[in-house]
């Protein structure tokens, strides 16, 4: 068996999310679809992350196992093939050893939120970022958003359908940058929790918008209770953009 | 009568082009549909520029005339209210004299080519780029794209259907500039005849690809005969970007 790293691509508007459901079509199940035609056979695809329903990427990562050595550019222009009708791109193909698995050997993981803040909606962007018309403070929002680098119980961001062991989780990095219209939020750690970006991005958007300042957002982590943060931001502004390796 | 000049941005994908024609919808048709609802009457919209089929625009502006006068502000809101259904929005709607006009008194048009140079194919831009999988020279493109700036005789890179009484036209500027995996070419000009743009962008393409050199683009300038020059570049990579008014 040889095991090919993927690097990917999507548009996740049209699919319930990358996992396999029963309820519609998951980017999972595309690329699982184009490896079978592919190798033959079915064959299984593992992602370093879930994203939800109508999140993108742009570095999404995932492994798989094929009977056959047939080279990485091979293996990446055939999927592109198989995938051509799908919103969704082999960037990289790469073989690797059969120790590698693209969640358990994941070491950072890097988001992007795209908040389009004006008062005309988007045309060109549609379901591409949050549409947010009332003028927000990104720089209030960065400087609320240092409260939640570093070693903390995100329970209060914390979907509560999340199945993670701990809330505990080390938050390396979260900037708020506004270039024109558009605000951008990334943020990098070695694993984020359900909906942590998420969470953690629609309770800055109570600081941009005046609502709330850093004590309240420090209030809200310190309560490790869900119901004390900021809403959930909706999953069109979300791109999971990078996975790192060792 | 109040006139309004409007500056839109649209996704150009689902539309026969910016003029209303017979055989499908059209930029201009929905958003005179959005005029008539807020005014209660059939009002003619007059376009700066005909977009074709599939080619976007950031900054495309048009007037009308309404019996009232609303208040800038709510004609834009309520425009967008109207147009919430299509990929169309309006930045900004201003009040202006009636002497202006969209077309006539437009002094400068800018124009954006957008390259995507990658073997995989768009995911997240779809319909937004032209993808262009073999690695082409950025730089040469743009030294060939000089030859073109100035005052030319530009008949080989104007359709043939192109209704303009004269083929010379004062190009301002062409430039050629790579981003990572994406070429932008940005074009200024006072006019452009039709698919003048997209026919300077498949010439350059030649350029790049390393089959013409700039004494090719130079002999297909002086040959005034469209078949002397490249293929006309695809619309989906095109953006209207901004016109200039006095």
Request: hydrophobic residues 50%; negative net charge; aromatic residues 20%.
């Given at each position: 068996m040889t095991r090919y790293k993927l690097t990917i691509e999507y548009d996740g508007t049209p699919y319930v999310g990358w996992q396999r459901q029963d309820n519609g079509r998951s980017v999972q199940g595309e690329i699982e679809a184009a490896v079978a035609a592919f190798c033959g056979q079915p064959i299984n695809v593992y992602g370093a992350g879930r994203t939800d329903s109508g999140v993108h990427a742009l570095g999404q990562v995932a492994h798989f196992d094929i009977p056959r050595d047939t080279g990485a550019d091979t293996v990446r222009d055939a999927l592109n093939h198989y995938l051509r009708k799908a919103p969704i791109t082999i960037l990289d193909a790469d073989r690797v050893d059969?120790?590698?698995?693209?969640?358990?050997?994941?070491?950072g993981r890097h988001y992007l939120y795209r908040i389009l803040n004006r008062r005309p909606p988007p045309a060109l962007d549609r379901d591409k970022v949050w549409w947010h018309p009332k003028k927000v403070d990104a720089e209030a929002m960065h400087a609320a958003a240092q409260v939640l680098v570093g070693d903390h119980d995100f329970t209060s961001f914390r979907a509560t359908s999340c199945q993670s062991k701990s809330p505990v989780k080390t938050l390396d990095r979260l900037d708020v940058v506004r270039n024109g219209a558009e605000i951008r939020v990334t943020a990098a750690a070695r694993s984020f929790l359900h909906h942590q970006v998420r969470n953690m991005v629609g309770t800055l958007m109570w600081v941009g918008s005046g609502k709330w300042g850093p004590a309240d957002v420090q209030a809200s982590l310190e309560a490790r209770d869900r119901a004390a943060a900021g809403p959930t931001a909706p999953p069109e502004g979300l791109y999971l953009v990078q996975v790192d390796y060792p």
């Open positions: 059969e120790d590698f698995h693209a969640r358990f050997s994941a070491v």
